[in-house]
Structure formats: C-alpha cells, structure tokens
C-alpha cells in the first residue's frame, strides 16, 4: 500500500486526536455501571403531593404533577416542601435552559434558612448557568450553622456533566443520613461527604426548596458573565419528585440509604463509579484549593 493510500486514514485519526484533546467530554464515555439504583426503591409523587410555591407565583406552572418555573427581569420562582425532614433521600428530574444562561441559577437543595436566619445549614445542588460554548457547572455545596451566612465559608465541589442537561430530564438527588450526605447524578453518586466532626456536619431538621434566580454576582465564571434578558425567559422544568424522609418528631423513623446495606456508605461499584466522575468531571474542589483557610474547613 502506498503512502498516498494511507493519507486518509492519518488525516482521521489525527482528527480523533483533536477531537479527544480540545473536547474530552465528547470524547469520552458515560460512567461505569453504579450496580444499585436507589431511585427505583422510592415513590415518584406530583409536585402538589410534596411541595408549595414560596415566592414567584405568577412565574410557575404545574402540569399533571410536574412544575414550570422560569426567570424574566421580573422575577424569579422557588418552591418549598410541605413539612420539614431531619434525614432522608430526596430527588427531582430536571431539564435545564440551553443557549445562553449565563448568571442563572437553577437548583434543589435543603435548607433551614426560615428557621434559622443568619446561622442556617444547608446542602446544594445548583445548576450554574453558562454560555453557549461551555457546559453546565453543577456545583454541590454544604453549609453548617452559619457558614453561609456573612463570612461564607462554602465547601464546594464542582462538577461538568457526561450528557447535555438540556437535552432530556435527568435524575438529581440528595441523600442526607445521620452519617453522611451523597450527591447523586442518574443514581451515580458525584460526591460522598462524611460526618467527620458534629461541627462540620448539619443535623437540624430542613426542608426541601428549589428556584430560578439571578446570580449573576458569581454564578457564572466568578460573575464574568452577567444575566442577558435578551434571551429571557428562562425556564427549569422538574418532574418525578422523590421525598423519602424522616419527621423531626419521629424517633424511630431510620434514613434510608443509596447502597444495598443498610448501614451506609457506598459499594465498592458505586465508589467506582464516583471515582470515575470525580477524575474525569471534577472541576473544582475546595479541599483543594490552595487559597481557602483550611483553619475552616478541617474535614479536609
């Protein structure tokens, strides 16, 4: 075979190279298998069954049980669970906004900030907006009697996604036990955060929220790039919410888990799996931060 013949298959592979290089996400494939899907193990109930509008009313539908919310230069929306939980496993499916969301934050997370005011726990889950030639940021967060308030002190992980969120729905979810917390990704756990101390873990009851809103001050590359009401409205779509919790009153009510024992922790599959996402889509980790006071944050 002459030279001249293998022209074409050097000209494709050098293609793949760049291709493999400059977009690795493209490139690359979906996680390994978790082995387990706790999703299953849990009842999908209609967003009235759970939940209530707590501001932006005019800015949110609901449709055969799943809910609609959007951001113009009005207003926002956000949404609040009926009762509170001091532990459990708590999901949605969500469809974000393609095109350009640059300062738009959309999430699911728990809070005990109306309880609370100016020394309140919380754990995130947020959608950070972006531009069009970037992917969503997801960014996870905890935060522990006040360390969002005033002087925040955030124990962020970041991650970018193996699909397009905007494409589809895909499964978010939040498990909060006595011993742990686990973000997790389509049953793929993102990140398992350990109680390690009673003052870097949250233990007071909280409820369950999520909105739409502007945070333009810092969603977005540090606030480089801003809301654009040229593109509004700005829509987040939730369906399939999943409450499986315990009430602060209930003593005898046990967390469920993410894992096929009930004791906690994850498998050997499943810390797999979450490997394989925090080597290949992490892109931040306050841990690793060189420029953070690791005096605050001691779990690291």
């Not at 759970?50 to 949110?60: A, E, I, S, Y």
């Not at 973000?183 to 350990?194: E, K, Q, T």
Request: hydrophobic share 30%.
């Amino acid at each position: 075979m002459s030279l001249h013949s293998y022209l074409p298959l050097l000209k494709s592979s050098f293609l793949l190279l760049v291709v493999v290089i400059l977009f690795p996400c493209v490139a690359a494939q979906g996680p390994p298998s978790p082995g387990y899907y706790p999703s299953s193990k849990f009842h999908a109930i209609g967003f009235n069954e759970g939940f209530k509008n707590r501001w932006g009313p005019q800015h949110q539908t609901v449709d055969q049980g799943s809910l609609t919310i959007w951001l113009d230069r009005t207003s926002g929306s956000g949404f609040k669970s009926l009762k509170p939980y001091r532990s459990g496993y708590f999901s949605t499916a969500m469809k974000l906004q393609r095109g350009y969301t640059a300062g738009v934050n959309t999430n699911f997370y728990l809070s005990n900030n109306e309880d609370y005011p100016g020394n309140h726990d919380e754990v995130d889950i947020e959608f950070l907006g972006t531009t069009p030639d970037k992917p969503y940021t997801v960014q996870t967060n905890v935060y522990i009697r006040g360390s969002g308030d005033g002087t925040i002190i955030g124990r962020e992980m970041k991650f970018h996604l193996w699909f397009d969120p905007t494409q589809d729905f895909h499964n978010y979810a939040i498990l909060w036990a006595p011993d742990e917390i686990v973000f997790l990704v389509d049953d793929v756990p993102i990140r398992r955060y350990p109680r390690k101390s009673n003052k870097t873990f949250p233990s007071r009851p909280m409820w369950v929220y999520g909105s739409i809103w502007d945070a333009s001050d810092w969603a977005t590359e540090n606030g480089k790039y801003k809301a654009d009401y040229q593109y509004q409205p700005f829509i987040g779509r939730y369906k399939n919410f999943k409450l499986k919790g315990c009430s602060p009153d209930d003593s005898s009510c046990k967390a469920p888990s993410v894992a096929p024992q009930r004791s906690g922790g994850l498998t050997a599959q499943q810390n797999a799996a979450m490997e394989w996402v925090q080597s290949s889509y992490l892109v931040y980790d306050y841990c690793q931060d060189p420029s953070r006071d690791h005096t605050q944050i001691p779990e690291c």
